[in-house]
């Protein structure tokens, strides 16, 4: 723009035959001055620059998937997977019994209960065969090493214990005579040991609902479970001994037996269906 400033100044000296040329001029220096407003007025309107991205994630310490871990998790969601169909299929043979077996009451609310287990079963195990095919196509790769990322740090910030106890002062035990320890030792009874075991085997398999019904019955009334008594924990009313057993048939079919003592006879007798009579079995003595 200046060396057009002065070519104008030299034509202005001039004659008036390059007046012509001075009007060129003043348009051209019109055009450069209008371009360089609009640079500055664009400058001005230009949107700032956008902010710098974000720092990248620190690199985790696993960043390869190894196979050991896969598997290990593979077999964990097909564990559950095997779990979940046995609870679904027991459930199913719960709900066939309830609508082929007649019971005594509550039929429908239990019903009720089966179903909504069934449909809850059915969901988790949706889940679970949709984890195990991604597990087996390589698509929770990333998850689980979120997960183990998270409990590497959970493991970190958690408070160390101890690696060595304190030492425990030894305890002097004391001295037993000698006629104690020198005794030739009794020989068990094997059979007395058999029993045994099979009394432990049978409390072990007791089942809990009984356990509850014998805290609200009387101390003369329980059941009989594998040929081993059960007494109620209240104190004992005025009556015979009853204890109820449940004798099975085979093919679900079961009968309920009470065994009646008192101190001149021992019967046992059979429940009739839905509260009917009962009718005596057998007479002991």
């Known amino acids: 723009m200046n060396a057009l400033l002065a070519r104008k100044q030299e034509l202005l000296q001039g004659s008036f035959q390059y007046h012509f040329l001075i009007a060129d001029i003043d348009a051209e220096i ?15 309107l230009r949107p700032p620059p956008p902010p710098p991205p974000p720092p990248p994630p620190p ?9 050991e871990t896969r598997n290990r998790y593979l077999h964990d969601a097909i564990e559950d997977l095997r779990h979940a169909r046995a609870q679904l299929q027991q459930c199913e043979d719960t709900m066939y019994r309830l609508r ?7 039929v429908a609310d239990m019903l009720k ?3 909504e287990n069934k449909a809850q079963l059915e969901k988790t195990i949706e889940s679970l065969t949709r984890r195990v095919e991604d597990i087996e196509e390589e698509r929770c790769d990333e998850e689980i090493l979120l997960e183990l990322d998270a409990n590497r740090e959970r493991i970190k910030k958690a408070p160390k214990q101890p690696t060595t106890a304190p030492p425990v002062p030894p ?7 000698p006629a104690l320890y020198r005794q030739p030792r009794q020989p068990m009874d094997p059979a007395r040991d058999y029993a045994y075991e099979k009394y432990v085997t049978t409390c072990s398999k007791f089942p809990a609902h009984m ?16 040929n081993v008594a059960w007494y109620g924990d209240l104190p004992e009313r005025p009556g ?7 004798c099975d048939l085979g093919g679900g079919a079961f009968e309920i037996w ?6 001149n006879s021992y019967v046992i007798y059979k429940r009739g269906r839905r509260g009917g009579q009962k009718q005596m079995v057998r007479r002991i003595k």
């Open 171 to 177: 305890q002097r035990l004391p001295r037993l005579p």
């Open 113 to 115: 209960r089966a179903q």
């Open 59 to 67: 690199l985790r310490a696993i960043t390869v998937l190894k196979t």
């Open 30 to 44: 019109a055009r450069l001055k209008c371009a360089a407003h609009n640079e500055d007025l664009a400058e001005k």
């Open 240 to 246: 015979p001994t009853v204890l109820t057993e449940r």
């Open 211 to 226: 356990r509850e019904k014998l805290k609200t019955m009387p101390n003369n009334q329980g059941f009989l479970y594998r």
């Open 100 to 106: 082929n077996e007649k019971q005594a009451f509550r």
């Open 258 to 263: 009470e065994h009646t003592f008192t101190p």
